[in-house]
Nanobody, 122 residues
């Protein structure tokens, strides 16, 4: 009923930039917070950045000053601009959205995308 589809991952050299996008589609009534998480092999999935429906943002310390999260509410889309990338940013990046559906407008639910690989290597 609801799908989150990420795009924009790839291979980049250290110091380079990438822009991730995530589009939410389906029977959506409203979207609350949207976020990006990442998971490297052998590690847990950690939040990288989050943006609320009103535009308030949160960043993990490791990406502050380098990554910027933004959203287009009209397009149900969230972006992650990643600059000055480092090898330690290598991970699968997942889009997350807390939203309500047309079938349950008073029940907030948590949805995930399928993930997109980001590899930072020389």
């Amino acid at each position: 009923q609801v799908q989150l589809v990420e795009s924009g991952g790839g291979l980049v050299h250290p110091g380079g930039s990438l822009r991730l996008s995530c589009v939410a589609s389906g029977s959506i009534f409203s979207i609350d917070a949207m976020a990006w998480y990442r998971q490297a092999p052998g590690n847990q999935r950690d939040m990288v950045a989050q943006i609320t429906s009103s535009g308030n943002t949160y960043y993990a310390d490791s990406v502050k000053g380098r990554f910027t999260i933004s959203r287009d509410n009209a397009k149900n889309t969230v972006y992650l601009q990643m600059n000055s990338l480092k090898p330690e940013d290598t991970a699968v990046y997942y889009c997350n959205a807390i939203l309500t559906t047309l079938q349950a407008i008073f029940s907030k639910q948590n949805y995930w995308g399928q993930g997109t690989q980001v590899t930072v290597s020389s």
